[in-house]
C-alpha cells in the first residue's frame, strides 16, 4: 500500500534530512506521529539548557532585525552569544528589506506535486541587488564539508530562487542568492555558500529524487539506517532497538549531533503531548 501523507503536508529540510538519514525515522515522527520514548542525548540539563538558548538568540535576533533593540541586561543565558555578535555581526547585509523569521512555500512543477517550505531566520535582499540568508546557529562551527552535505544547505537557496517570481515579482538568477551561517559557540565564524546555476539545477535533481524514493516505498518498507551514527541521538532509537547507539549530549564527532536549531518546532510540536519524554 502506497504510503499517505497528512493533509496540507509540506516538506522541510528537517524532515526532508530525517528521511536522508533514516527513512524509518521519517515514518515514525511523520507519518505514525509516533511519542519519543528516548532523550536525543544525556546528559537532559545540558540539553535542554542548548536548547533554551537557541530558542531565546533566535527570539532576540528576530526582535533586533525588527528594530527593537534588546532590553538591558540581556538575558544572562545568552548574555555571552549577544556579545559575540555585537563583536562580530554578519557583514554586507543587504539594506533595502530584511525580514527576520520569515517563512515560504513552493509547489515547483519538478516536486510533482509535492510542497516544500522552508523558514529563514533572516531573509536580506536588496531588489536590484542580492538576497542573502542568514541562519543563526549557537553551536560551534562544523566542517564546511558537513554543512555542505546538510539539506538546509541545499533547500533554503533552492526555494527562495524557486519562489522569487511570487516573491520579487521577478525571477531572481541563483547567481544572486548566497547563504550564510553564523555560529555564535565559534566567536562568530561564519560559512558562506554562494549559489549559481549549475548548482540550482543539481538541488532540484537531489531533492526530487529523495521526493520520489519516498513516493516509491510503501508503507511497511522504510527500513532503518545502516550508519549507527545517525542512531546516537535519536528519540526513537529504543523503538528500533538500537540503545546501544545512544551517546552522550558532549560528543567527539560534532557533524553527527543533530542541529538542534533544525529540530525547534518539531520538538515543540511533540512538547505538547502528554507522553513526550525530552
Known amino acids: ?65 525588527r528594530g527593537i533593540q534588546p532590553a538591558e541586561p540581556v538575558d544572562p543565558l545568552i548574555a555571552d552569544l549577544w556579545a559575540t555578535f555585537r563583536a562580530n555581526p554578519p557583514a554586507d547585509v543587504p539594506q533595502a528589506f530584511r525580514r527576520p523569521e520569515f517563512s515560504l512555500s513552493v509547489k515547483p512543477a519538478w516536486a510533482r506535486g509535492a510542497r516544500l517550505t522552508a523558514k529563514y531566520d533572516l531573509l536580506a535582499y536588496d531588489l536590484d541587488g542580492e538576497a542573502l540568508i542568514i541562519d543563526w546557529k549557537t553551536s560551534e562551527r562544523p566542517s564546511r564539508a558537513a554543512l555542505e552535505r546538510r539539506l538546509q544547505t541545499v533547500l533554503y537557496p533552492l526555494l527562495l530562487v524557486e519562489a522569487s517570481p511570487r516573491l520579487f515579482g521577478a525571477p531572481l538568477p541563483p547567481e544572486r542568492v548566497r547563504l550564510l551561517y553564523w555560529f555564535g559557540e565559534s566567536d562568530g565564524a561564519t560559512e ?26 510503501e508503507v511497511d518498507e522504510f527500513p532503518l539506517t545502516a550508519d549507527l551514527r545517525h542512531c546516537r541521538h535519536c528519540q526513537y532509537r529504543a523503538l528500533c532497538e538500537r540503545e546501544e547507539a545512544a551517546s552522550t549530549f558532549e560528543v567527539d564527532d560534532p557533524d553527527a549531533f543533530p542541529d538542534l536549531e533544525e529540530l525547534r518546532e518539531v520538538i515543540a510540536a511533540a512538547a505538547a503531548q502528554d507522553d513526550f519524554v525530552l
Open 1 to 65: 500500500m502506497p504510503i499517505e501523507l497528512p493533509p496540507a503536508f509540506a516538506f522541510s529540510q528537517t524532515s526532508l534530512q530525517d528521511f536522508a538519514d533514516c527513512p524509518r525515522r521519517f515514518q515514525l515522527r511523520y507519518l505514525l506521529a509516533q511519542s519519543y520514548p528516548s532523550p536525543l542525548a544525556e546528559p537532559l540539563a545540558d540539553l535542554e539548557r542548548s536548547l533554551a538558548r537557541g530558542e531565546r538568540f533566535h527570539r532576540l535576533m528576530e526582535r533586533y532585525w
Open 192 to 217: 558562506l555558500f554562494a549559489y549559481n546555476s549549475a548548482r540550482y539545477v543539481a538541488d532540484q535533481e537531489r531533492v526530487g529524487a529523495l521526493l520520489a524514493r519516498l513516493r516509491a516505498l
